[in-house]
C-alpha cells in the first residue's frame, strides 16, 4: 500500500513570490527571513522523498461559483493548469502547468464517497494560489504529479469544522489503502486569523494575534479537542473574517491525527497576517 | 435583496481586464449595461442559455454605479470579491504599496461584529 510519508500544513500567502524574487529598491525587508524560513520547511517535504502530493486548499472564486458550489471536490484530470489573470494582475503569480495523479483521484474519489464524503469530481480544473503557493514554497520544481482537493472555506453555508478534521482522517486512511508503492505526501493549506476586505485588513500583524497564538499551539501538539471545543463557525467570525480558512488547518490536523506533535513547527509575524508552517512525519522523521 | 446578482457583478467584472478598465472609467453606464446584457447569463453555458428574473435593487445598483465599497460591505456583497475588484481598479492611483489597502479598510472602520451577513 502507498505510504503517507508526510503531512503538511501552511498558510499560503499570494505575495511570498513576489517579495522573495523582488531585488533591490523593490525587495521588501523582511524577505530575506522569509526566504530562510521557506527553504527550512522545504527542506522538511525534499526529505520525505514524496513520488505523489495531495493538495488541500480552497478556490477563491475562479472556477468554483456561487451558480454551482461544491463543500468538497477532488480533481480527476492528467493536468491541471494553474493560476488566473488576477492573480496575475494582483500578486505577479506565474502561470504554471502540473500533472495529475489520476489513479489517486479516481481512488480518492470512491474511497471517499464509499466512506460517506459525498464528494464533487471536476476533470478539468484550473487551480489557484491555495495550491500553487505551496508547489512554490515547497516544490518550485513543480515536478511531481498531484490531486487536488477543495474545500470550501468561502462561500457560506459551510461544512461544519469537525468535518474537516472528519474527512483529513478519512484522506488519510483512504490514501494509506491505495494499492500503490508510492510515497504520497499530504499537504494543506489555510489561514490563521485573517481579514479581507474589512475594517481590521492590512494591519501591522494578523487581526487577531492571540487566536493565532493558540491555533498555532493546537495544530503544533494535535490538539484537535481543544480546538474542536472552542472552534465554531460563528467563532471564526470573531478573528477575522476570513478566518474559516483556519478550518483547512484543522483537516489537515485531522490527516496528521489527534494527539500527533508537529515534527517541524514555525511562524514569521508579517503584516495583515501571521505565517504559519508544520511538518509531520507519520512514519517518524525521515534520517 | 440581491446579493448573489451584485457578488455575480463583482466576480464576472474581476476576471475580464476590459470590464475592469470600464467600470473603472464609467461606473454608471457599466453596471446599466451589465444589467440588462449580463445579469442573467447562466455563466457555465456557452449557448447563451439565461435566466429570467435577476434585477438589482435600487440600492444596490446605486451603490455599484458609484464605486461605494463601504456600501457595498453593508449590504453583504462578498468581501474578497469587492476587495479584488477595487484594488483591480484604484491601487494604481496611490504611491504608497498597500495605501490604497488601508484606507479601504480605515473606510470601513464603523463596522463591528458581527459585520453584515454575506451567505447567498
Known amino acids: 500500500m502507498a505510504q503517507v510519508v508526510a503531512v503538511i500544513a501552511s498558510t499560503h500567502h499570494p505575495f511570498y513570490y513576489r517579495a522573495t524574487t523582488a531585488t533591490g529598491e523593490d525587495r521588501p525587508p523582511f524577505a530575506d527571513e522569509w526566504a530562510r524560513k521557506i527553504l527550512a520547511f522545504r527542506e522538511t517535504l525534499t526529505r520525505a522523498r514524496p513520488d505523489v502530493l495531495v493538495m488541500v486548499g480552497s478556490d477563491h472564486f475562479h472556477q468554483l461559483w456561487l451558480d454551482n458550489m461544491p463543500q468538497f471536490l477532488v480533481g480527476k484530470a492528467p493536468f491541471y493548469d494553474a493560476n488566473w489573470y488576477n492573480e496575475e494582475r494582483e500578486f505577479g503569480l506565474p502561470r504554471m502547468l502540473l500533472r495529475g495523479q489520476e489513479d489517486l483521484s479516481a481512488h480518492v474519489l470512491r474511497a471517499g464517497l464509499d466512506a460517506g464524503f459525498d464528494l464533487a469530481f471536476s476533470n478539468e480544473l484550473r487551480i489557484d494560489h491555495s495550491i500553487t503557493c505551496p508547489i ?152 | ?48 442559455e439565461a435566466s429570467t428574473w435577476l434585477r438589482f435593487t435600487d440600492e444596490e445598483r446605486d451603490a455599484l454605479a458609484s464605486h461605494d465599497h463601504v456600501r457595498l460591505f453593508a449590504l453583504g456583497a462578498h468581501p474578497f470579491l469587492t476587495l479584488t475588484l477595487f484594488i483591480a481598479m484604484f491601487e494604481r492611483d496611490h504611491d504608497e504599496p498597500m495605501a490604497y489597502q488601508k484606507q479601504y479598510g480605515l473606510r470601513l472602520a464603523h463596522f463591528s461584529l458581527p459585520y453584515p451577513d454575506i451567505a447567498t
Open chain 1, 136 to 287: 512554490i514554497t515547497l516544490r518550485p520544481e513543480a515536478d511531481l504529479p498531484i490531486v487536488p482537493i477543495y474545500t470550501n472555506i468561502f462561500a457560506p453555508p459551510l461544512p461544519q469544522p469537525k468535518r474537516f478534521v472528519q474527512l483529513g482522517a478519512a484522506i488519510r486512511e483512504i490514501v494509506e489503502s491505495w494499492p500503490s508503492h508510492l510515497r504520497v505526501a499530504v499537504i494543506g493549506t489555510g489561514h490563521l486569523s485573517l481579514e479581507l476586505g474589512g475594517p481590521r485588513q492590512f494591519g501591522p500583524q494578523g487581526p487577531d494575534p492571540e487566536f493565532d497564538r493558540r491555533a498555532v499551539e493546537w495544530i503544533a501538539n494535535g490538539d484537535l479537542d481543544g480546538c474542536l471545543s472552542e472552534v465554531t463557525l460563528d467563532s471564526l467570525h470573531a478573528p477575522g473574517n476570513a478566518t474559516h480558512g483556519f478550518m483547512d488547518f484543522m483537516l489537515m490536523m485531522g490527516v496528521a491525527g489527534a494527539g500527533a506533535k508537529a515534527d517541524h513547527v514555525d511562524t514569521l509575524d508579517l503584516f495583515h497576517t501571521m505565517e504559519a508552517y508544520f511538518t509531520w512525519y507519520p512514519n517518524g522523521a525521515p534520517a
Open chain 2, 1 to 48: 435583496m440581491s446579493r448573489y446578482l451584485v457578488d455575480k457583478f463583482l466576480y464576472t467584472v474581476d476576471r475580464d481586464p476590459e470590464l475592469v478598465e470600464r467600470y473603472r472609467t464609467d461606473p454608471h453606464a457599466t453596471v446599466a449595461w451589465w444589467e440588462a446584457e449580463r445579469a442573467n447569463a447562466v455563466l457555465n453555458c456557452t449557448t447563451g
